[in-house]
């Protein structure tokens, strides 16, 4: 999917605008200004995500997978925003 449009008058409301090699969206922008960057890491995991405008930072969640340990299983999420930061931490069980 490259483009979402809406049925009244087909404005695009959701576009990827990029992707990288593994074919994982890097940028998308939205009909009302907004727009989405996306960065991996050497794994392709998902290693940051930012939603904004040009004047306003709505998120900027950044994903930590273990270090060392890296089991693939997700261990801490941060969010980085203009206006808070908060740290999610996880651990796993069994």
Do not use: C, H, W
Not at 23 to 49: D, E, H, K, R, V
Not at 60 to 84: C, H, P, V, W
Request: aromatic fraction near 10%; hydrophobic fraction near 30%.
């Amino acid at each position: 999917m490259k483009t979402v449009r809406s049925l009244l008058g087909g404005t695009a409301v959701y576009s990827v605008t990029s992707y990288n090699a593994a074919g994982a969206p890097l940028a998308t922008s939205y009909g009302n200004g907004m727009t989405g960057s996306y960065s991996y890491n050497n794994q392709l995991q998902l290693n940051s995500i930012q939603y904004g405008s040009a004047s306003t930072q709505l998120m900027s969640l950044t994903y930590n997978y273990g270090g060392a340990l890296d089991n693939r299983e997700i261990q801490e999420i941060t969010d980085k925003s203009d206006s808070f930061s908060q740290r999610l931490a996880m651990s796993m069980t069994r």
